[in-house]
């Protein structure tokens, strides 16, 4: 058996599925995203039955009320994990269990993204859920132990998320509330709107693209719905670009971002500095000298 190396051509010509996280407050728009994707490729997966905005839109939708239907999802979508115990969620025994439930994977090629409404929503049905676990319950007395559920939910969340991060020939689109609020030192912070604090915390590393939809103005002053893209950027919102394709902002179309991402990238998107050693004026001992003399 040779080493399992791919070849940088290779690699360049696989095709690159984007992962995102699409922030913003309630009422922005995020949902009326679906209208700028092409309905025939997308699979709206709806959470928080807010499908009102996109009521005439012409795409297949999915709808799980409870966290193990989801998972059972994330499964039968992300494949086989060959790290994981049979008795581990996403491993081979799941994922059959998923294909004997849902039938052949293959219904699923006609789809290349998959629009997840929202986080917020799913980390909620998540916790319901892990409040009913053995996990959640304290071993000496037997009471509810929120620590033990809000572990229970970290792992569950992370794992989920990273399981469909390893789709890599489709684009998932997380799309998830932002909140402000005022830190101990007067400042405004936004931050998603996820129970528990490790979901929030780990969501910007294993996602490529953090998005924040918000309503700033143009040159004329009025408002637009716009796209911040990039982590350095003057209102302070949560985002990142790991694919060095997008501006600051960019217009408010998810479809047209997403074209964009995947085009060649024509230089490289970050400028080094000089790895040339630079040289002190004075070397330590004579500063050290200096200093004796002082």
Known sequence: MSLPIIPAHQRQQEDKGVKAVLLGPSGVGKTSQLWTLPPEQTLFMDLEAGDLAVQGWSGDVLRPRTWPEFRMLVAFIGGPNPALENDQPYSQAHYQAACQQYGDPAALDKYSIYFIDSITALARLCFQWCKTRPEA?????????????????GREMIAALMHLQHVRHKHVIFVGILEERVDDFNRRIFQPQIEGSRTG????GIVDEVITMASLPDEEGQLQRTFVCQTLNPWGFPAKDRSGRLAQTEPAHLGNLLQKINQPLAERPLQYASSAPVQPSLNVEHQVEQGLAQ
């Open 201 to 204: 915390l780990e969501l910007p």
């Open 137 to 153: 319950r304290s071993e000496r007395t037997g009471k509810p132990d929120t620590r033990g559920a809000y572990g229970l939910h």
